[in-house]
């Protein structure tokens, strides 16, 4: 499995990825032979996210399905733009979602609870009625992505424990400072809107890997 973060409020190595596009927003794209690929969130406008998906070689045509964590412009900003380029998509959605009817989608799905939607792959639901997490199961354990942890990072990992021991949380943590809950992950990944990564950083050297627009994490998958 791969997840390449397309959109972030950095860039990775930008002296490397010089053409890509930072922005206050998140967004992701989850690539594996095992279940379709799965766009995470949209970012807060179509200019970043089609800019940064043009320049990392992303074939708009080849993304599935679009899992949007929650309705807040810098996870959603440029849904309308990639819709307009790939109509041949599933939509995830949390279960209060506002109305969609205009939204040209292939399907559109609205998650309340725990559900597998791909084989290995599940959203947690709706929690605290604002925001689902995607998580998938992979042979060193579950992977979690989020968009900004707004029921807090605990609650999401025991809905997340549910489906097994879980390996790597990557996305925005918000606010999250209950640090110790981290450390028995292999893999962390703060973005977007954690506001302690400096701390996360220093208490999990091992552990942490940096994000930033450009950044690929690889990961064996069940």
């Not at 190595?13 to 989850?30: A, H, Q």
């Not at 609870?113 to 709706?126: A, D, F, K, P």
């Not at 942890?149 to 021991?165: A, D, F, R, W």
């Amino acid at each position: 499995m791969k997840i390449r973060i397309i959109t972030d409020n950095t860039v990775y190595k930008p002296e490397v990825n010089s053409k890509l596009k930072k922005e206050w927003g998140f967004s992701s794209l989850i690539e594996s032979e095992d279940f379709p690929s799965i766009l995470f969130d949209t970012g807060a406008s179509g200019e970043v996210l089609l800019n940064n998906i043009k320049v990392l070689g992303i074939d708009v045509q080849r993304i599935d399905c679009i899992f949007i964590s929650h309705n807040h412009f810098d996870h959603t900003g440029g849904l309308e733009s990639f819709l307009e380029q790939n109509k041949n998509v599933r939509l995830y959605v949390p279960g209060s979602y506002p109305s969609i009817s205009e939204i040209k989608a292939k399907e559109i799905i609205r998650i309340h609870g725990l559900q597998e939607i791909y084989e290995n792959v599940y959203s947690t639901g709706e929690l605290s009625d604002i925001e689902q997490s995607l998580i998938v199961k992979t042979n060193k354990g579950v992977v979690v992505i989020v968009g900004c942890s707004h029921p807090g990072v605990e609650k999401i990992l025991n809905t997340v424990s549910q489906v097994g021991k879980i390996y790597a949380l990557i996305g925005g943590l918000h606010g999250f400072n209950k640090f110790e809950i981290l450390k028995d992950l292999e893999l962390i990944c703060a973005t977007h809107c954690t506001q302690h990564i400096t701390e996360i950083q220093d208490l999990y050297p091992e552990k942490f890997v940096s994000g930033g627009a450009g950044r690929v994490i690889e990961i064996l998958t069940a």
